[in-house]
Structure formats: structure tokens, C-alpha cells
């Protein structure tokens, strides 16, 4: 299957899926398929990505760009879904054999009795910001002042959902004083603020920049820098990364280790690299929103968040751990082998 050109992804947010997956709605969802690799008929990898535009998941369209797929020899597959829940859904089920999406994923699975395993850490930091509505920020002055607000979130049972619940805890909010508003991401989000459907929401670059960019609403927690995430979540948070169910990391440990690779690879051209030589090799779509300019400085100015080796932060599980047990009841006063959550070996062995 040969590349998708960039005017072809960005008409094909609402493609329809070789897969039967969710179809493109209303709400800003996508299950739109872009293609990477060779195309000699090497069986594909399907992976699911919570937001391919968001700069949380740049590594992975980075890749693309950069020839890394095709180099291994990979046909991969990807599926553009916002809301993180829907993504690992979408695996579990059988839709896709893999997803790009936040760690603390597996371990709400895991306690839920789920086997699924992160194999590649993209970020050390969550990339996220609370972005309160400019005319509520006189009275939203913390999370403490969550109570009787619509919270914004990309959906319900997301790492953006569990982040906004562990704040409200975190910060005394009684619970279900505040309410939580799945809008999805990107032009969704910023209307649900527009449309003041939301007082506030956590969302990501670029979508940050557009928004104070448009005056809507203002940084009130960031969490772009791991010594944010630290200060606010008591520990590094693992973020991004690639996780597949143990099931199918087992059988294709080759094909796994080939996307370790590809990543490894991709996070040190990260590191190498400025953030305006990075944003030249992002397809111009992903920037149209809000600008080549802002979207460069807006990843200037988080691209500390990127893992420089994909390994797991020593403190990283158990910081997910202890954020996740403090108000999902599935997780709370459960033990969690977090050992099983993730793994190191593929990064370790790559080239």
C-alpha cells in the first residue's frame, strides 16, 4: 500500500475504514486510514492513534516522513481516533493490533484484567494543559474551583478524563460536583469554548496555541515539561507510548521489534534535531490551524517532553499508579503487577 500524500490526508479525515471500526461523525472524530510502508505485500500492522496532529503523537507521522517504516520493511497502518478510550477499545476488540496512546492506559486494563504492555515510551510528560475559558479565569483560579464547572475532556474514560478526575480529587472537589465533557479535540474542542459549552478542559499543542491565539481561554495547569507533570502529578508521568496486547506481542515479537526500532530511531533524530527542522518535515496540515510559526515555537518549548531513548522512567509506573488509585475504583486498593505493564526488552535490543 504506498503512502498517503499530505492532500490526501487532509481529505480524508472522514474516509471511510477498510475496518469496522467507528465511523467519522459529527463530534470531530476520525477513523480515517493512513498508510506507511513498503507494499510488497507484507501482512499490515493496524495502529490506532489518539490524535495523529496532536505533537503528543508527532513521533509517530514523523517516522513516516522520515522513511523509517519503509526502511524496516513495515506496512503499517494507521487509524486517526481522538478520544483515547475509543483507541484501546478498537484493540481489544480485535480492530486494530495496536495502539499510540497514553501509558496509564495498561494499567487501568490490567486491573481490569486486561494483559496489554507498553513496549516504547514516546513522552516523559503528559503534553497536556488545562485551558480555562478566558471569561471564567477570574472566578477558575485552581482546580479547587472545579466544583459546578464543564469540564472539557477528548472522552470519558480517557487519559485526559483520568488526569481531570485526579485534580479534582487531588484538590478537594467533591465528587461529581464538576462535570466532564467529552468534545473530542482540535476544531471540536475549541468550539465546545467558543460555544462556552465548557469552563475549562485539558487539550494539547496545538490546539494550546489556538486557543490563546483566539483569546479564548488560558493555561491554568501545564503539564508540557516533566518538571511540570512532577510538580503537579508527584512523579514522572509516562506518557505516550506504543502498546499492544501481550497476546499479540508474543507472536510477533519480530514485527514488534521493528517498531521499537523505527521509534528509537525517530526519538533520537528528535533529539538531534530543532524544533524547526522538525516542523519542516510535519505535512503542512498538521500546522494550517494555527500557523508554521506558532506551531515551531509551541514545540520549541515542549520538546523536552520527548523520551531521548524510549525506555520507561524509573519512577514512571508507579507515579500512573498512584494518580490512577486515587479515584478510579477499579484501580484503588487493587494490586497491579505494573511489571507486566510494560517492558523495556525491545527498546533495549534496538538498533
Not at 463530534?27 to 506507511?36: E, K, L, N, T
Not at 461529581?176 to 473530542?184: C, I, M, N, Q
Not at 509516562?238 to 523505527?262: F, H, I, M, W
Not at 519542516?280 to 515555537?297: E, I, S
Request: net charge negative; proline share 5%; aromatic share 6%.
Amino acid at each position: 500500500m504506498k503512502p498517503v500524500t499530505t492532500s490526501l490526508l487532509a481529505r480524508a479525515v472522514c474516509a471511510a475504514l477498510a475496518l469496522a471500526v467507528p465511523a467519522c461523525s459529527g463530534g470531530g472524530r476520525s477513523s480515517a486510514a493512513v498508510a506507511s510502508g513498503n507494499g510488497d505485500g507484507t501482512p499490515a500492522v493496524r495502529i490506532m492513534v489518539g490524535g495523529l496532529d496532536k505533537q503528543i503523537y508527532l513521533p509517530v507521522m514523523l517516522a513516516r516522513e522520515l522513511g523509517y517504516y519503509e526502511a524496516q520493511g513495515l506496512d503499517v497502518r494507521f487509524y486517526d481516533e481522538p478520544d483515547g478510550v475509543e483507541a484501546e477499545t478498537a484493540m481489544i476488540s480485535g480492530q486494530v493490533d495496536a495502539v499510540v496512546g497514553f501509558y496509564d492506559h495498561t494499567v487501568d486494563l490490567r486491573s481490569k484484567g486486561r494483559s496489554t504492555e507498553s513496549v516504547v515510551q514516546l513522552l516523559r510528560a503528559p503534553g497536556e494543559v488545562e485551558m480555562v475559558r478566558t471569561d471564567q479565569a477570574g472566578s477558575v483560579k485552581s482546580p479547587a474551583d472545579f466544583g459546578g464547572k464543564h469540564l472539557g475532556v477528548t472522552g470519558l474514560g480517557s487519559s485526559t478524563s483520568f488526569l481531570t478526575q485526579y485534580l479534582e480529587e487531588k484538590n478537594g472537589v467533591e465528587a461529581g460536583s464538576a462535570t466532564s465533557v467529552a468534545v473530542g479535540a482540535g476544531s471540536t474542542f475549541v468550539a465546545a469554548m467558543q460555544n462556552k459549552q465548557i469552563d475549562a478542559g485539558m487539550t494539547t499543542e496545538p490546539t494550546v496555541s489556538l486557543l490563546e491565539r483566539k483569546k479564548l481561554a488560558k493555561p491554568l495547569i501545564d503539564l508540557r515539561t516533566a518538571a511540570g507533570a512532577k510538580a503537579t502529578l508527584g512523579g514522572t508521568y509516562p506518557a505516550s507510548c506504543l502498546y499492544l496486547t501481550t497476546g499479540y506481542v508474543r507472536k510477533n515479537p519480530e514485527v514488534v521489534q521493528k517498531l521499537v526500532d523505527v521509534y528509537v530511531e525517530t526519538l533520537k533524530w528528535i533529539q538531534a534535531h530543532s524544533a524547526a527542522e522538525i516542523a519542516d518535515r510535519m505535512p503542512a496540515a498538521y500546522y494550517a490551524g494555527v500557523g508554521k510559526a506558532v506551531y515551531t515555537k509551541a514545540l520549541q518549548n515542549e520538546k523536552g517532553m520527548y523520551s531521548p531513548d524510549g525506555l520507561m522512567p524509573a519512577d514512571g509506573p508507579e507515579t500512573v499508579y498512584k494518580v490512577l488509585s486515587a479515584f478510579d475504583p477499579t484501580v484503588k486498593g487493587h494490586a497491579v503487577d505494573l511489571s507486566k505493564t510494560y517492558t523495556d526488552d525491545f527498546v533495549n535490543k534496538a538498533e
